[in-house]
């Protein structure tokens, strides 16, 4: 069965620090990746994806991440992050569209 | 338009209940699925619709929960003889395509 793995499972920056969030998953064939959002109070949020293409994909809020096949990983990043970025981050696998399968997802507190 | 709507947002019963959790998705919506959220855990998957029949309930834990979709739209789970262990809080999403799923608020179960 599929399974995801998120490294860290609380993260602290301090505001303008760079974020890397890291993300592996265990399945070699054809995956769709995904990472949502949860903001404090707030429902998941879908940050980005990746279905195929340009591996590093864009999100919103400045939020990217790159896919590396060879190494089963879809890590998060942001230069830069603010004190708004403090939520929890999912990330999440589909291997035919259907059901996801998340990480145990990783705390961002982000110090004014 | 609006988004995925839960009800109710909070539940609480006493164990040996019958509860039932109901899902509006966005409409047009035919895809609908169920995941259940435990503290410090990602969302684990419970069960996939499309249009009225479930189309995966592979994540169902037991045959206490059940969960309908008679009209294609609105969905219920429904839990039996409720155990201490059912407390999570219980995540409905909808999706048009199959690949981008949309949350809802989610209920949050607590089994006394």
């Known amino acids: 069965a599929q399974s995801v793995s998120q490294h860290n499972h609380h993260v602290i920056l301090s505001e303008a620090a760079s974020l890397e969030l890291g993300c592996n998953y265990s399945?070699?064939?054809?995956?769709?990746l995904f990472w949502y959002v949860q903001y404090p109070g707030q429902h998941l949020q879908l940050l980005l994806k990746y279905f195929s293409g340009d591996p590093l994909v864009k999100g919103i809020k400045g939020f990217e991440a790159e896919f590396i096949k060879s190494k089963f990983s879809f890590n998060l990043r942001k230069p830069s992050v603010q004190w708004s970025d403090t939520a929890e981050y999912f990330c999440?696998?589909?291997?035919?569209?259907?059901?996801?399968?998340f990480g145990a997802g990783t705390i961002l507190r982000v110090k004014s | 338009g609006a988004g995925v709507s839960q009800t109710p947002s909070n539940k609480v019963t006493e164990k040996g209940k019958y509860v039932e959790l109901r899902c509006d998705p966005i409409s047009g919506h035919t895809a609908l699925y169920w995941y259940r959220q435990s503290l410090g855990q990602g969302p684990e998957f419970l069960i996939y619709?499309?249009?009225?029949?479930?189309?995966?309930d592979s994540g169902l834990p037991n045959d206490r929960f059940f969960a309908v979709r008679p009209e294609g739209s609105v969905s219920t789970l429904k839990i039996q003889r409720t155990e201490r262990g059912d407390s999570a809080v219980y995540l409905c999403?909808?999706?048009?395509?199959?690949?981008?799923?949309?949350f809802g608020p989610g209920t949050r179960l607590t089994v006394l």
């Open positions: 999440a696998v589909t291997e035919y569209g259907n059901k996801l399968v």
């Open positions: 999403a909808s999706s048009l395509t199959g690949n981008e799923q949309f």
């Open positions: 619709f499309q249009g009225t029949g479930a189309a995966d």
């Open positions: 399945y070699g064939g054809t995956v769709n």
